[in-house]
Nanobody
């Protein structure tokens, strides 16, 4: 078991920046690949970024590439999502998730543990 708590969401103007944090507790953090997903109203949940256990491999969705950066600090049991040049279409609830699988994956089904979500609203 691992518990995930997101923070850092809020209201920001288009072009602005936010940094989301996800603090993990419970099982050893380094056991998990970590991902950030988002879900906008009326849309399916999508993976925007993911990072492997060691941090050596990362994934960023095309829609956020060059604007968002995922990172992790295994000493602090925390994963981050730095978001810059935010657009109105980035408005969504953002979820942190943990995958215990051996294979680094970005599909939602690979992630067993989820945070409660944090709202990000970008005003244009």
């Amino acid at each position: 078991q691992v518990q995930l708590v997101e923070s850092g969401g809020g209201l920001v103007q288009a072009g602005g920046s936010l940094r989301l944090s996800c603090a993990a507790s419970g099982r050893t953090f380094i056991s998990f690949h970590m991902g950030w997903f988002r879900q906008a109203p009326g849309s399916e949940r999508e993976c925007v970024a993911a990072i492997s256990r060691s941090g050596g491999s990362t994934y960023h969705a095309d829609s956020v590439k060059g604007r968002f950066t995922i990172s992790r600090d295994n000493a602090k049991n925390t994963v981050y999502l730095q978001m810059s040049s935010l657009k109105s279409e980035d408005t969504a609830v953002y979820y942190c998730a943990a995958s215990p699988l051996v294979t680094f994956a970005t599909k939602e089904g690979a992630y067993n543990y989820w945070g409660q979500g944090t709202q990000v609203t970008v005003s244009s």
